[in-house]
């Protein structure tokens, strides 16, 4: 993160103040990009009753 920001400081360093907020004003009032949806590594669960030798307990101390 610090080398993007390094990026913008640099890119701005030349233009006037007025230019500066601009810039900044522009980048706020844009649109998010839209991310990619990230690939799902799980796997599904089995259906009620599928593995009857499969036994699950809680004690609530």
């Known amino acids: 993160m610090t080398e993007a920001?390094?990026?913008v400081v640099e890119a701005l360093a030349?233009?006037?103040e007025e230019e500066?907020?601009?810039a900044l004003?522009?980048?706020v009032a844009s649109p998010p990009r839209p991310s990619?949806?990230?690939a799902?590594?799980?796997t599904s669960l089995?259906?009620?009753g599928s593995a009857l030798h499969i036994v699950s307990e809680?004690?609530?101390i």
């Open 14 to 16: 030349g233009v006037s």
């Open 36 to 38: 990619a949806p990230l």
């Open 46 to 48: 089995p259906g009620p």
């Open 40 to 42: 799902s590594s799980r």
């Open 25 to 27: 004003a522009a980048v």
């Open 58 to 60: 809680v004690e609530w």
């Open 20 to 22: 500066v907020a601009a």
């Open 5 to 7: 920001l390094d990026r």
